[in-house]
């Protein structure tokens, strides 16, 4: 939608109004709604772990499992939550984001850095958002096309998505732009540099920050999974199994509900950043897309990132609040002509995302047979 500088401004008072008149009104009850999550799923926790160790009936053994992932889908969202700090302006010190650590195998400093510092300030901006094509995906044009993005949806699928909270560490920590150097012809090109300045991280600097994960996926898998199973009454290879597998689907979820959700609209030309806050507001808007939403139960699920246009307008305010703030964005939209989206189900978000994996998967030749060029090919084309 073209804006003018009035309307922009417009845009801008209304979304501050309702940031301030949120945190203005935030209050103990946002504080004991994270205690009480924080409660279930150290409980769903503790409950699945003695399923595990009761039960030999494989059925009961994978309800336990399914059920410890649950729990460990709940702890890490509500880990990217605390992290955002949308809980530093109450009392209780071990929800701020300075004490928090994050309950996977993650560097918390490097992901603050990359996805607070970077992904929060240029959101949707193409070549400057590194959650738009994490890792070597290609789902944009900007990517040169390499032989290798043939293989993305399995290579995704089969290696990277059972290990997303060990691997996710390349991409806080840049040690993924060595790899894209040393396999694309074209490296980095096209890709969001994880430095503040774009510059590439060194090979020196990307040796480093791997080492620095192992060391800490070794720990954390220690004392969380092999440590854990020592210690149980029963089986210590049945219990590293469950252990294990409980991982493997959280990594799976927390995987595609990441990648699915930042999928931008394409809607603005490569590194274009708003010259001003309205148009920033607008950007996010215009770019971001919603789903499933109204289900209490999954938004917990999710941490709110199925209020994905919430979230990035309201990255500190406690994701509790997204529901009503949903109503008045939406609110807001309609009375300026904004469109505002959402998706009714998630499997329409993931089968997009899905979609784009696939297409951008193939020479550019070949994609633009079956599927055409995208807006914006179309339209620097004619520029």
Not at 241 to 256: C, D, N, Q, R
Not at 336 to 348: H, L, N, P, Q, V
Request: with cysteine.
């Amino acid at each position: 939608m073209q804006m003018n500088e009035s309307d922009l401004n417009l845009l801008q008072e209304k979304i501050e109004k309702i940031y301030e008149k949120e945190a203005e009104s935030l209050s103990t009850k946002e504080l004991d709604y994270i205690k009480d999550l924080h409660r279930k799923w150290e409980a769903m926790k503790s409950e699945a772990f003695r399923e595990m160790e009761d039960t030999w009936n494989p059925i009961k053994f994978l309800k336990a499992v399914r059920k410890y992932a649950y729990a460990r889908s709940l702890e890490s969202f509500a880990s990217h939550n605390i992290l955002h700090g949308q809980y530093d302006s109450f009392d209780d010190e071990e929800y701020w984001s300075s004490e928090w650590e994050f309950r996977s195998p993650i560097d918390g400093q490097k992901w603050k850095r990359e996805h607070n510092g970077i992904h929060h300030t240029y959101t949707n901006v193409l070549e400057k958002d590194p959650d738009l094509h994490n890792g070597i995906m290609r789902t944009h044009h900007l990517v040169p096309w390499d032989f290798l993005h043939i293989f993305q949806i399995p290579w995704y699928f089969l290696i990277f998505y059972p290990k997303w909270m060990e691997y996710f560490n390349s991409q806080n920590d840049g040690s993924i732009e060595y790899y894209r150097r040393k396999k694309f012809k074209k490296g980095n090109k096209g890709y969001a540099n994880i430095k503040p300045d774009g510059s590439e991280t060194t090979d020196k600097e990307a040796f480093k920050n791997f080492a620095r994960s192992n060391r800490l996926i070794k720990r954390w898998n220690k004392e969380n999974i092999y440590d854990l199973a020592n210690k149980s009454c029963s089986s210590t290879r049945k219990m590293i199994f469950g252990l294990k597998l409980a991982e493997l689907i959280l990594s799976y979820e927390v995987a595609f509900t990441i990648q699915a959700t930042h999928q931008c609209e394409e809607k603005y030309a490569p590194g274009y950043f708003p010259e001003s806050k309205g148009g920033w507001y607008l950007m996010q808007i215009e770019t971001t897309r919603n789903f499933e939403l109204g289900n209490k139960e999954r938004t917990d699920y999710y941490g709110g990132l199925n209020y994905q246009i919430e979230h990035h307008l309201f990255p500190d305010i406690p994701y509790s609040r997204y529901p009503e703030l949903s109503v008045e964005i939406k609110k807001l939209c309609s009375e300026m002509g904004i469109k505002y989206r959402e998706d009714d189900k998630r499997s329409t978000t993931y089968l997009r995302f899905l979609k784009e994996c696939f297409k951008f998967s193939f020479p550019d030749s070949i994609r633009h047979f079956f599927w055409g060029k995208t807006k914006l090919e179309r339209k620097s084309k004619n520029d």
